[in-house]
């Protein structure tokens, strides 16, 4: 079905994506994966581009653009397979946490390194001993004087050998409401006591630089807390829509790709003589596919507008990111099938696209923590 969400200026600027990932992403892709992380270059090199933070309002040297240049980001990055390079975890996660919730001061010092790419960002949320309970986080703030001293353990984070700014949800209060104990702070990655750990080996995203982080009676300036003391909770429900309906958008473009590249792939394979797609399994199980590929699109499409037009959509989010992970799941297992032994084969996209899928239904919050949400959204 035919799109409405874009102008003709968000189709230059998909050229702009488009051209950009083939000539600064596709060749070095094979490297990436080997070495576990995308070059420091390339982020700049983003940033040159205006891939960055693309709807940051000029008032904050930004590119001036909207939500929906982000969602073009996030739809060219799936067309190349490219699942390392956290450009959406940065522009789309972690810098509106700033942009809503800091200071002019901090927004000056750190908004313009984070659209040129001279500051990568991530977000340390999950602990050893907590994943999507965000009211039982152990790593504590201390205030002392004119600093707090953060002592913790963070795992599971994306861009956490990379960045050089962090957003670290640590408890700082004594409220008995656990939900207000929790503050977010700025960390720097050179402070003293910011201790990155070994870079995660994973069963997908192989360029990603998934790493533990350490904070060892780590000191930051006391103005580095984002927003007051005791708000991390809330701060953190409030950006949660948006995390949750960009791995939605991922998944959908993901299995989008996936099911064009099947679709090649099986006019060119034969079996018994005859091109693959002749064959009434072939056609059905991709006529399957491509509805529930054509139903998700017309669904997150609707969700992103009313997004963009600053509806209170936690349910539907969740619902997305519930439903698109799972359909991605679907599809992408189906697809594979088709290509036979092939599909296994690393250098094979399919086979990247198939690992890659899994952990969509577990990070932003795991799917059966969706399906809390919604149903207490429906009163239940």
């Known amino acids: 079905m035919k799109r409405n969400l874009f102008s003709p200026e968000h189709d230059l600027f998909r050229a702009t994506a488009r051209e950009f990932f083939a000539r600064e ?200 807390i984002l927003g007051s003391p005791g708000a991390g909770f809330l701060m953190l429900m409030q950006k949660l829509q948006q995390e949750r309906l960009v791995v939605a958008i991922g998944s959908q473009a993901g299995a989008e790709v996936v099911l064009a590249d099947t679709l090649a792939y099986v006019n060119e394979r034969k079996a018994f003589g005859r091109p693959i797609s002749k064959f009434q399994n072939t056609q059905f199980k991709l006529a399957e596919c491509a509805t529930e590929v054509e139903v998700g699109r017309v669904f997150l499409d609707r969700l992103i507008a009313e997004h963009v037009a600053g509806e209170y959509l936690v349910k539907e989010c969740s619902m997305a990111k519930l439903w698109q992970t799972e359909m991605l799941g679907r599809v992408v297992d189906a697809c594979l099938q088709m290509f036979g032994g092939y599909g296994y084969m690393l250098e094979y996209p399919i086979s990247r696209a198939y690992m890659d899928a899994r952990v969509q239904r577990i990070f932003a919050g795991t799917n059966e923590v969706m399906k809390i949400i919604i149903a207490k959204q429906m009163g239940l």
């Open 25 to 224: 992403v596709v060749p070095h892709q094979e490297r990436w994966m080997e070495a576990g992380i995308v070059d420091r270059e390339a982020w700049r090199k983003a940033g040159e581009a205006g891939l960055l933070c693309p709807w940051l309002p000029e008032e904050l040297g930004g590119p001036g653009g909207d939500f929906l240049h982000s969602v073009i980001v996030m739809e060219e990055l799936a067309r190349v397979h490219e699942s390392g390079f956290a450009l959406p975890l940065h522009s789309d996660i972690v810098v509106p946490y700033i942009v809503s919730f800091g200071s002019d001061e901090q927004k000056k010092n750190w908004l313009p390194g984070c659209v040129s790419g001279d500051l990568v960002t991530a977000i340390a949320m999950t602990e050893p001993g907590t994943g999507s309970d965000l009211a039982s986080i152990a790593t504590t703030a201390r205030r002392e004087g004119d600093e707090y001293v953060i002592n913790g353990a963070k795992t599971f984070i994306s861009n956490g050998i990379l960045c050089d700014l962090c957003v670290v949800a640590a408890r700082s209060e004594n409220s008995d409401n656990p939900h207000q104990n929790l503050s977010l702070f700025v960390v720097e990655g050179h402070r003293p006591g910011f201790v990155r750990g070994k870079k995660l080996k994973k069963a997908g995203m192989y360029s990603q630089d998934t790493s533990e982080l350490f904070f060892e009676d780590c000191r930051i300036p006391a103005e580095n």
